[in-house]
């Protein structure tokens, strides 16, 4: 199976800091790669897909790009709305997530 | 709209049967071309794929996990199932319905998940 390592785990941040997160494949996997954003209690919402094309209705302050084995996910200033836990996830073959990367208040 | 909501109870015993079921409303799961799956997160942890049907039956799971799971759906109810039989403290956790348009895509609708947890 493909194994998605993010980095870093969790990640302490300000109001307006532009934030990168990193996602690993362990093989390539094309630019078939999705981000997700999870709130406490609630269910991932899907920010990004196929590497870098922004799902209808998320902030353009969302960016991703990367393609093969090395992926990011850029938000250029980060708002109080986006304090929460960040997964990607592999889609090449059967789905697999990273272990996620929590965004938190510095 | 699209929504999904899963149900079923959240505590089970050791060893017995998981069930839980997943109402989709907003599109009809028979004339739909997605694909419906099930995704688990234990407290505190990640989010793992369990397996998706299609709605004609078609079924495919996880290929790391035990042969355990049961994947079902009833179009006539617009609604699909999930069971785990002999179920232990490792499968607590949070369980999520979701959509993905094809076998190869993102999960693009999730319903807002259910606890389950395996304790006697």
């Known amino acids: 199976d493909i194994q998605m390592t993010q980095s870093p785990s969790t990640l302490s941040a300000s109001v307006g800091d532009r934030v990168t997160i990193t996602c690993r494949a362990s093989?390539?996997?094309?630019?078939?790669l999705a981000w997700y954003q999870q709130k406490p209690g609630k269910a991932p919402k899907l920010l990004i897909y196929?590497?870098?094309s922004l799902e209808s209705g998320v902030p353009s302050r969302f960016s991703g790009s990367g393609s093969g084995t090395e992926f990011t996910l850029t938000i250029s200033s980060l708002q109080p709305d986006d304090f929460a836990t960040y997964y990607c996830?592999?889609?090449?073959?059967?789905?697999?997530f990273g272990g996620g990367t929590k965004v938190e208040i510095k | 709209q699209l929504q999904l909501q899963e149900s079923g109870p959240g505590l089970v015993k050791p060893s017995e049967t998981l069930s839980l079921t997943c109402t989709v409303s907003?599109?009809?799961?028979?004339?739909?071309?997605?694909?419906w799956g099930w995704i688990r997160q234990p407290p505190g942890k990640g989010l793992e794929w369990i397996g998706s049907?299609?709605?004609?039956?078609?079924?495919y799971y996880n290929p790391s996990l035990k042969n355990q799971f049961t994947i079902s759906v009833d179009t006539s109810k617009n609604q699909f199932s999930l069971k785990l039989s002999s179920v232990t403290a490792a499968d607590t956790a949070v369980y999520f319905c979701?959509?993905?348009?094809?076998?190869?895509?993102?999960?693009?609708?999730w319903g807002q998940g259910t606890l389950v947890t395996v304790s006697s």
């Open positions: 979701a959509r993905h348009l094809k076998l190869g895509s993102p999960f693009d609708s």
């Open positions: 907003g599109d009809s799961i028979s004339s739909s071309s997605s694909f």
């Open positions: 049907i299609y709605y004609s039956g078609s079924t």
């Open positions: 093989q390539s996997i094309s630019s078939w």
């Open positions: 196929k590497a870098s």
């Open positions: 996830q592999q889609y090449n073959s059967y789905p697999t």
